[in-house]
């Protein structure tokens, strides 16, 4: 990791110490989760199967807004962020060297000057006041996609329990999304000193199966000030890798994205979701299904960021 150590250097750190800070972190997170995950991990089957009531229950839940859907909202939260917390306690430090200056060389074949800014600089979070400011899209207050609560896609799509048509059709607006008409240039730090970045990194996350699995597939999205989505794709199991390009809705603050050549499968959050530490997200496969995953935000190793923590669900909106 040449520009990790050059860059540790350069903070009076080394490798050997940063690590050891990094294990330390790593450990008393795992101490003050524990009994949260062994709890999850010993109830989360029955846990699991209560998050499916059927869909009239849902839509109805949806539109009247009672008790009934106050405490399925959180209990679906509860269950979101456990498994978030799961997935931090087995991921720990096994990914710090993913999109960094070394691994964009490698995997993407860009070379990037260190210059100020850290190897991890992809890994920033962005909150939704910074993603405002930065972007001026005239924003003024997020909307939250939350994905078989609020929005809810089966053979058609609901929003608070309204039909608003097939599903085919809303995947079609995702898959328009995600394939912006301009060429999409993956993000870079700025080169040159006082010169503002093109690129606010949105960071780093595992995509994985609410239900279980561990994480093995990541994703690093940045934003532009014209909306378009960027970044890269990287499956750790297999050693793939590949570009990621997009685009949000300025409107609806809706956001999709892709893969590579791979047009049609179809990635979609909201914007302001991404800005939060878990994410519900769709997956279109095409206009023939698409199914609800889970975006779970990795905590920058460059210290003194600490691990990520659970935390509320946002506040609702459409």
């Known amino acids: 990791m040449p520009t990790i150590q050059q860059y540790l250097q350069k903070h009076g750190q080394n490798l050997q110490t940063w690590s050891g800070n990094r294990d330390a972190s790593l450990n008393r997170t795992h101490q003050q989760n524990a009994p949260l995950i062994a709890q999850f991990q010993r109830n989360h089957e029955t846990a699991w199967h209560q998050l499916h009531p059927n869909l009239p229950d849902r839509l109805r839940m949806a539109r009247e807004r009672g008790a009934d859907w ?10 979101r962020n456990n498994r978030a917390a799961e997935i931090w306690d087995r991921t720990r430090d096994a990914y710090d060297d993913l999109f960094t200056y070394d691994w964009w060389h490698r995997y993407r074949g860009r070379a990037f000057s260190l210059g100020s800014y850290s190897p991890w600089w992809w890994w920033n979070a962005c909150p939704w006041d910074n993603l405002v ?42 898959i328009q999304l995600a394939n912006p008409a301009v060429a999409v240039a993956e993000p870079l730090p700025p080169q040159e000193a006082g010169v503002a970045s093109e690129w606010q990194p949105l960071g780093v996350f595992a995509l994985t199966q609410q239900e279980q699995g561990d994480a093995v597939i990541f994703f690093q999205l940045a ?10 794709f990287t499956n750790t199991l297999t050693d793939e890798s590949a570009a990621v390009s997009g685009s949000v809705d300025k409107r609806s603050q809706r956001a999709a994205w892709h893969v590579g050549d791979k047009t049609t499968t179809v990635y979609e959050a909201g914007i302001a979701n991404l800005t939060q530490n878990v994410a519900p997200i769709l997956i279109h496969f095409g206009t023939q299904a698409t199914q609800t995953w889970l975006f779970v935000r990795m905590a920058s190793p460059d210290l003194p960021t600490q691990p990520a923590s659970v935390i509320a669900p946002p506040e609702q909106g459409q």
């Open 70 to 79: 106050e405490g399925y909202r959180r209990n679906l939260w509860q269950y």
């Open 133 to 174: 400011a930065f972007g001026g899209y005239g924003w003024d207050t997020p909307i939250y996609y939350d994905y078989d609560a609020n929005v809810i896609v089966d053979d058609d799509y609901y929003v608070d329990g309204q039909d608003l048509g097939p599903r085919a059709a809303y995947a079609q607006q995702a």
């Open 223 to 232: 934003i532009n000030k014209e909306g378009v989505i960027s970044g890269a």
